[in-house]
Every structure is written in structure tokens, then in C-alpha cells.
């Protein structure tokens, strides 16, 4: 102004003249429109609110990010451009800063043309005239992709965290999924991969329950035809990821080939990125983010922020499994050392019944040999052999489950097995006087391939069962056929018998039915004896119930084909 020095003297200004004030206005509206062609010119939308609260300007830059006109702008169309989330923080500080008059910040998300919610910061100060608060004016900074990358770094320092608190892997992958929604992407979905190499769903998320309702009864509508489960099974067979910027021309297209999907437009979905989670060479899982009701587009800078998801993914599942081995591996070593115990319990029990026996009549020979008949002295002797026979069957069980057995002896060769059997039999016979051995045979030697001392073996462990948990001193029967490719021998009793669901443990080591266990001592290991040594011989050993009451073991040994 020209007369500024007289103004700052405190004079009375003269009057304008007509041309003057003429003057004076065109520069106002110079100064305003090149002011206004200024704020158009900045890239940050500005606009200023008179003090009721009524929107009175707006740049041009806001008209086109928001797709509004300057009437849907002022009539209500920028605060609904907001996200509705950020109403309140926003309320909250305005509240406050409009009462004292100053100027105030904030961060919010503001709804483009399109439909994308941008993180913007917003500054707005009161603009005074005279002293009076005329209005505000406020300008907002796009800064979404910086807040963002904070967004997202604070999610995985809180993901990290979350994963190294808890090794209940399928739990805390599923709070991880939700604490990603909607920072990192609208929803969240992560897979592991099964043995099989298929995609295992672990668990998924959506900020908000009715999506998640949806989606879940979609999920149960389209199930396996799901693209999203076929992409997370192919990255995980790939290792790749696979991002799609748009979905839509992909919806269209499904749309077109099956009507059906139609209710999977409702949710909306606008991209899909899938990464798969690596460790070293192998791909432990996919994490698919999928972008929806932000109308947000996922691009190859979402990529990298997903592999670092994943990274950290792989490394707490490689925690989890290294810990569940450690913990499994000493779940083992105390079974083992309570096997071990039990076991050398049990042994030192079974050894000391015959070594009482042996020890007894050893002594009552030696003291008293000279005065007792010699029907008593037989019956001593016959004695003190069983003992033996008893110590050594133990011993060669021990033996074979040390798997000292094959060390001795050199390749299996041919057998005739009716002979062998019949030999056995009548060494059984001999030993157990009041037992009855019923042996059955066909006409045929049947010549096998296998080891003598192994057929021997299982076959006097059976029948040490088959007399020790017997009933009424009934016959005992060993049948021997011969089928397509082998001989089968068949030992059978009218016993106790075997509950049909145990009929496969009883080969376990130290199974005792507790039945058996009240009716006969043992160890529980000659059935275990037998499986190896027939297994050994390229055989087969099974247990059934027999018809009419009793057991029946089985077992194979391959025919000796050559020597037909
Ligand atoms: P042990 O006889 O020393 O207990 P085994 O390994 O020979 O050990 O047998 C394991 C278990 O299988 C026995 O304790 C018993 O419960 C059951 N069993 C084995 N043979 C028979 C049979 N012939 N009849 C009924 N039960 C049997």
C-alpha cells in the first residue's frame, strides 16, 4: 500500500478517491486469483472452512483426487470422503485445537475417485481477520506409501514378536493372520503345506466379522473350486509368487464361464499377491494377501514386504520343529530308559525262576545224591535240562533282539520243512509230557528257503504260548501248507484267545494282554522274537482268533522254488 508510513503514524488516511478504490480492488483480485491459481498449482488438496463449519473453498487438486464436484464437496462429500475409522481421532483433536483457536495435525485416510483410501497428513490453521477467527484452512499431504512402510514395520516387529513368544505354531499363525488385516492387505490367508505337498488352509482374516462370515460360507459353496486354494497349492509347488494387480478382468472371465460365482463379487476383491515361505530349498507354506474393500491395488513393492512376512514365518515354523524334534527326542530317551528298566526287571525275573530250579536240584543231587531213587534222580535231571532250555530260550530271544542273531550264521538256504517241523514236534513232545501236539501235514516235503535255527526259534516260542496261555489242557495244533508262493504254518489253541484290536500289538515289544499277564509270566517279547526272525526270512506272521475259542498264529516262509 502506498500509504503505509502514514498509516503507522497513527493519521487519520484520507478518503479514496473513486479511481483509487477502483485500483485498489482490481489488486485484491489480482492478489486473490494469483493466490488461488498458487493453491491450485500444489499438488496437496487444500480447501478452508468458515467458522461454522461450512466448506467455502477447495483446490482444484481436491476436485480431482476426489472425483467430487465443488456442490457434493461443500454439501457434505469431504467429511464422508474420510475413513469412517478416523472420524473419532480426527473429532478428538479438532475438538480441542478449534476451542483454543490453533492450528492442528492429524493423519487420515481420504477416499480417492476411485475408491482408494490414501493415509494423508493434514495440517489446518485459523485464519484471523482483525482479531477475529474468520475461518480455517487446511491442506492434507498424501504420505500413504510412507505410513505404509511404518504400518507394515510395526506389524512385523509385532508379528516377530508374537511368533517368538509361543511355539504352537497353527495358533499363533492364525492371530498373525488377523494382526496383518487390514495394514498389510484386506485379507490374509495362510497355507502350509501338507505331506502330500497340497495347501493345508491354517488360517485366514478380514477385519471385519460379516466379510469373514461371507467369505466362510462362499469357502464352504466353492470349496476345492476356489482359485485362491489352487494358487496357494501352485506357489507352493513352485516356490514362486504370483501376484495379480487386477483382478477384475479375471473375475469377469469366471463370471462368464460360471454364473454361479456371481456372490463372490460381493467381497469385493481387487488384487492378490501369494509368496511362498521358504526355508533353504523347501517351501514350508504360501501367504496370500488379497486387497478388497480398500480398493486398494497390491504391487510389486507389496512383494517385497510379503517376503519379509514370510521370512519371518519360515524361521519361527524352523523354531517350532527344531524344539518339537528336541522335545520328541527326549519324550524317547525316557521312554527308552524306562524301557530299559522295565525290561531288565522283567529279565532278571524270568531268569531267576529256572536258575531257582536249576540251582535247588542241582544242590539236592549233590547233598542227597546218594539216598534218592533213581526214579527221583531222573525226575531231578529232567528238571535242571528244562531249566536249561528254559535259560537258553531266554537268552537266544535276547539275542535276537540285539540283533546278534544273523552275525553268526552265514546265507539262508534250503529246508525241507514237513521234516523239520515233525523233528521239532516230537523234541516238544519229549520236553512237555503231559501237553498233546497235533501236527498236520500235507504228503509234500515242502522245501523252503530260510534258517533252521530261526524256524526253530518261532516255532518253540509259539508253542511256549500256546501251552502257557491254553485252557482245559487242550490239544494243540500246528498245521503246515503250502500256498501259491509259500509255506504257511498254522500253530492253534483253545486258550484265553486275543481281543481282535490287539490281535497286531501283540508283536509289539513288552505287549502283555493283561489277561495273559494274570494267567503266565513273560516278558512280552517272544511274539517280537518271532516277527524279526520270520521278517528276516522273508516271511510274514499274523495273529487271528480261531473259530470256536482260542488263537491262531500264522506264519510264511518262501518256497524254495528251485528244488520242486
Ligand atoms: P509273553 O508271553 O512273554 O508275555 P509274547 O511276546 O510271547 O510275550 O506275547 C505277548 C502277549 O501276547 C502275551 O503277554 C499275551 O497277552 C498274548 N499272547 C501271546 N500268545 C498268546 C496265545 N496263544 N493266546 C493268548 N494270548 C497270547
Known sequence: MSSSAASNSGERLAPLSGDELAGVRAALRESEERFRAALDAIPANVYEVDADGTI????????????????????????QAIHPADHEAIREIALVARA????????MRVRRFDGAYRWHMSRTVPVFVDGELRSWVGVNIDIDDRKRRELVSAFLARAGRL??????VERTLAAVAQLAVPDLADWCRIDLAAEDGSARL????NAEPERMALAASLRERFADRSSNEQAAARVIRTGEYELIEDLGPMFEEALAANPEFEPILELDFTSALVVPIRLREQTLGAITLATAESKRHLTEADVRLAEEFADRLAVALE???LYRDVQESALELTAANRAKDDFLGLVSHELRTPLTTLKGMASVLRRHGDRVSPEERDAALLDIERGADQLQAIVENMLVLAHAEHASIEGPEPLLLRRLLEQIIREERAQFLGVQIVLKVPDQLIPVVGYESHVRQVLVNLLSNAIKYNRNNAPIEVELQSADQEAVITVRDRGIGIDSDRLAQVFEPFFRASEGKARAPGVGLGLTVCKRLVEHQGGRIWASAREGGGSEFHFTLP???ELD
Do not use: Q
Not at 467455502?56 to 467429511?79: D, I, P
Not at 491354517?202 to 482374516?205: G, H, K, P, V
Open 319 to 321: 523354531n517350532a520343529r
Open 559 to 561: 518256497l524254495a522254488s
Open 56 to 79: 467455502v473453498f477447495c483446490n482444484r487438486h481436491w476436485l480431482a483426487y476426489s472425483g467430487l464436484t465443488l456442490k457434493e464437496t461443500t454439501e457434505g462429500g469431504a467429511l
Open 100 to 107: 483454543d483457536l490453533r492450528p492442528y495435525e492429524n493423519e
Open 163 to 168: 511368533l517368538s513368544e509361543s511355539l504352537d
Open 202 to 205: 491354517i488360517s485366514y482374516a
